[in-house]
């Protein structure tokens, strides 16, 4: 057969549609402006899936470009169901768009690939018979074990970088991503029973290491893939990307209570800079401690807000406004001065230490009784069920 099919019935937090015909496969392709790769992808995708292996393919489109029209004008020539799911809003990037694509999908098995043709399709076959084969909830097509390459990285810089991120996420995720070789491929294949979409909350293009970190299958398989130059166009990877995953990894690894509470404590000691710094520069200029101690500390509370709103709590900030957040923040983080003044004080004329010394002994003495205060009344975690509208079908 050849059709294009149009999402019609509504997928919780986005208008999505159900694809028909539901086939052994999802393919799943995350899209921004590739209106000169998808016609040679879905020509690949002709000559080496379906024969082997029935299959559907889900577009999720975030482009800004006629990337859509060009999608449906070669999905007639297709003898598979195509689908395009188009958002107006590209919440959480490219991995935000994986998600969407995972809860559009009807298969068992769902196959994540680049729009840019870097990707083989010839590969998606294997990847679902490995799978089956190692009875695997997750199969990863890998650039770094025997028989792969990452020959389409353009340029030295890439591969260093493609290299070092690889590094820094196994070195924060030994145990979770234990057996992934490759836990920066964009490339996997996944069991749809072995993902439960609404846990994830990806930011940016790394959506393998989201799935792999909050809902890993037990069992994981990988294949050695050859990283192919793209078709046509242009790399997205940016310095603003590359931001988003360091972001992306400082949430992944402060998930949990404990790790929230160690990152808080990094971010409160990080600040001791800025409050030192200050409070040296205010004393040097022969103001009294005290009052030299309340300007300075709101260094420090400018900086902690910043660090902790991007790195602790990003998931937590639609429940309040940013003004509101902060006001609470500030008000908090002022308020132990009632507290900790009155113990540098004491710290300075009872024990004799120095002001600089008694403001750090202060400050970490404090900790845990911020850090309760800021997740509590700062950032109240979301209720269940709250959901916001993403985009529309097309």
Request: proline share 6%; charged share 20%.
């Amino acid at each position: 057969m050849s059709s294009s099919h149009e999402y019609t019935a509504p997928v919780p937090g986005i208008d999505a549609v159900e694809v028909p015909e539901p086939g052994a496969v999802t393919i799943v392709v995350p899209t921004y402006n590739e209106s000169g790769n998808v016609r040679q992808l879905l020509r690949l995708i002709t000559e080496s899936v379906p024969a082997r292996l029935p299959c559907e393919v889900v577009f999720v489109d975030d482009s800004t470009d006629d990337t859509p029209e060009v999608i449906r004008e070669a999905a007639q020539d297709c003898p598979f169901p195509v689908a395009v799911l188009h958002r107006d809003e590209p919440v959480g990037g490219l991995g935000g768009a994986v998600v969407e694509g995972l809860k559009a999908a009807t298969s068992e098995w769902i196959v994540v690939m680049d729009g840019d043709c870097q990707h083989p399709p010839s590969l998606v076959p294997e990847l679902v018979a490995t799978g089956e084969r190692a009875n695997a909830g997750l199969v990863v097509a890998s650039r770094y074990i025997d028989g792969g390459s990452r020959a389409g990285l353009a340029g030295s810089y890439r591969v260093a970088v493609s290299r070092g991120a690889t590094w820094l996420t196994k070195a924060l995720f030994p145990r979770r991503l234990h057996g992934i070789s490759d836990p920066m491929s964009g490339f996997f294949a996944i069991r749809r029973s072995a993902v439960t979409a609404d846990v994830l909350r990806p930011l940016g293009y790394k959506i393998l290491l989201e799935l792999a970190v909050r809902s890993r299958p037990r069992q994981v398989a990988e294949v050695p893939f050859v990283f192919e130059d793209r078709f046509a166009g242009e790399s997205k990877s940016s310095a603003k990307e590359g931001l988003r995953f360091l972001r992306h990894l400082a949430g992944l690894r402060t998930a949990s209570p404990l790790a929230r509470m160690v990152g808080f404590g990094l971010i409160g000691a990080s600040g001791f800079v800025p409050n030192l710094a200050g409070l040296w520069a205010l004393t040097a200029l022969h103001m009294h401690y005290v009052p030299a101690e309340i300007l300075a500390n709101q260094l420090g509370v400018a900086w902690n807000f910043l660090l902790i709103e991007h790195l602790l709590f990003r998931d937590r900030r639609a429940h309040r406004r940013w003004w509101d957040r902060l006001g609470r923040f500030a008000l908090l983080a002022n308020a132990d001065l009632v507290l900790r003044i009155p113990l540098i004080a004491l710290l300075v004329h009872r024990f004799h230490l120095g002001a600089l010394p008694a403001t750090a002994l202060a400050l970490v003495l404090t900790f845990v009784l911020r850090f309760v205060g800021t997740e509590a009344l700062v950032y109240i975690p979301r209720r269940r069920g709250a959901r916001t509208t993403a985009g529309r079908a097309v």
